[in-house]
């Protein structure tokens, strides 16, 4: 039985979604409309890449740029009001190899061209842990990235473009971001996903979480650096919700996340935080309504104006929507 919507009117950017047609799973703007009506009053979104309709053709560094011309033809759809108000796909958050070093300078170009304004930055995930149970992110980074030479060449060209970057990493990787937004401290970086904190594997979450916290107030301190408040249903958390039949309800998706996400409003402020869905990754733990039901119940001691900025304000703001 479907939970009834809590606090339905109030208004959300969602900043974190994909879209995908792999062989098991598709995710297009049908589906997405699908969670994005299931509900909660969300009134636009944010793309963020993950490998979907890249070229076939052309150099290789431009295969990416295939992404920013599908999702834009997406938010065109969706922007056209032929499908309802929802501005899917408001921002576009796409790929590019930051190891090219300077000559990536071309691929962002080509990124902005074919966004038409809705193109706002880059994540290069560097996800990566030396343990065989983890799995590295989809863009096979190696060890400490964020640190390679030829990376912080190409990371340079954001700023000179006014674009910003999205941060993917586990959590015992947070000092290399710390130490990436030290070097450009002029260049907006966004955490995702809470910060990766890991839950299988080696790492068991009553161990890792000191760890985990302290990385995270020591990032909070660079003013440069935001964070986005989710990815808690991923099954590297290890909180085994995917597992469970039926599905937890979303007081327990809410007693279970609260520590991490209160952790990161105290260290970041009501000012640097978003809530975010990071469907259909998330989906493997909950659905859509239920997952936003839990934030709002995590969010539920927050004054009208602070929800007002971790639902809707603060992903308009960093993403530069208004």
Known sequence: ???????????????????????????LLPQLLADLTSGHKVTSTVFVECGSFYRTGGPEAMTFVGETE???????????????????????????????????????????????????????AGAYDPSPDIRRSHTAPP????????????????????????????????????????????????????????????????????GWK????????????????GGLGMTSVGFGFHRRDPRPGSAEFAEAWRPYIETCIEAFGVER???????????????????????KRVAAGCSADEKRKLFKDNARTFYRLD
């Open 1 to 27: 039985m479907a939970e009834a919507i809590i606090e339905p009117d109030l208004e959300i950017c969602d900043p974190h979604h994909h879209l995908w047609d792999f062989p098991n799973s598709v995710y």
């Open 273 to 295: 935080g978003m809530f975010e869905s990071n469907f259909p990754v998330d989906g493997a733990s909950c659905d859509y309504a239920t997952l936003w039901n839990a934030l």
């Open 70 to 124: 599908f999702v834009n033809g997406v938010a065109a759809m969706a922007a056209s009001g032929r499908y309802g108000p929802i501005l899917a796909c408001e921002g576009i958050v796409s790929r590019a190899d930051l190891l090219a070093g300077a000559a990536v300078g071309e691929v962002l170009d080509a990124h902005v061209r074919a966004g038409m304004g809705r193109f706002k930055g880059i994540r290069h």
């Open 143 to 210: 060890p400490n990235l964020y640190g390679e030479a030829k990376f912080r060449e190409g990371f340079a060209e954001l700023g000179k473009r006014g674009l910003s970057f999205e941060a993917w990493q586990y959590h015992p990787q947070l000092g290399e971001v710390a130490a990436l937004a030290d070097a450009f401290p002029q260049t907006p970086i966004l955490l995702n996903h809470v910060g990766g904190p890991l839950g299988i594997g080696p790492y068991k979450r009553e161990e890792v979480f000191a």
């Open 214 to 229: 302290a990385g995270i107030e020591d990032l909070a301190r660079r003013p440069n650096v935001w964070v986005k408040l």
